[in-house]
């Protein structure tokens, strides 16, 4: 779902001797991505990151299929991550519906501390099992029916605090010139995406690296 044009990244292959691999993952691991397979931002965006810590942003929309496809890799891939990588997931909205309502979702969850439990569940409901979740009380029927307390939940989803998180959103999916999605920005200072990668595994590859060049340069 994203306009931008991409380049493959291809692993080279047939280097022998252990001395000589060392050598090269020594200097793979600062090595910049091929031109083409992200972007440098012109002006750095916000961060939230602690210090010492690389932020790196998931922009990601639940009725988006290129994101259900994604998830099991940037899932796996966030479960391993160094100490010193700060993970966030940012929802965002392309037309208000019903991008909205899936965004409010995503950051009620978060309130409550279920995102773990429940991204996976919520993309299954929408791809696979065909839930329309674009409404509200159809969207805490299904929360309720996962376990969570449907009160606590919509006091969540109806907060006011959810109103600065949106905002939030809203400004990082500009400063990132977000246009579409799954697309990763990182540490403020670059963006990758699925499509400008060419796959779920080259983007995460491109993207440690890009953390690997953020550690470098700080």
């Known amino acids: 779902m994203n306009r931008r044009e991409f380049s493959i990244w291809a692993a080279s292959s047939g280097v022998a001797g252990s001395a000589l691999l060392t050598h090269v993952a020594a200097h793979a691991q600062y090595a910049m991505p091929p031109e083409g397979s992200f972007v440098k931002l012109a002006r750095r965006a916000p961060t939230k990151a602690p210090k010492g810590q690389v932020e790196v942003l998931e922009f990601f929309w639940y009725g988006c299929p290129h994101c259900n496809a994604f998830e099991p890799f940037i899932e796996a891939w966030a479960a391993k991550l160094p100490s010193d990588v700060f993970f966030r997931r940012i929802p965002v909205i392309f037309r208000e519906n019903p991008f909205a309502i899936h965004q409010r979702l ?65 400004q990082l999916a500009d400063a990132y010139k977000i246009d579409g999605v799954p697309a990763l920005g990182i540490g403020g200072q670059y963006f990758t995406s699925v499509s400008q ?3 779920h595994e080259k983007a995460l590859t491109i993207t440690n690296a890009l953390i690997a060049q953020v550690r470098r340069t700080r």
Not at 122 to 130: E, K, R, S, Y
Not at 137 to 157: C, H, P, Q, S, Y
Request: hydrophobic share 40%; charged share 35%; net charge neutral.
């Open 106 to 170: 995503y950051f009620a969850l978060e309130a409550l501390g279920e995102v773990k439990n429940m991204q996976r569940k919520v993309f299954n409901a929408i791809h696979v099992d065909q839930k329309r979740l674009d409404e509200r009380n159809a969207i805490a029927d299904f929360v309720a029916a996962n376990g969570i307390d449907r009160t606590k939940f919509l006091e969540a989803f109806d907060s006011p605090s959810i109103k600065d998180k949106r905002e939030e959103a809203r």
């Open 197 to 199: 990668a060419g796959s």
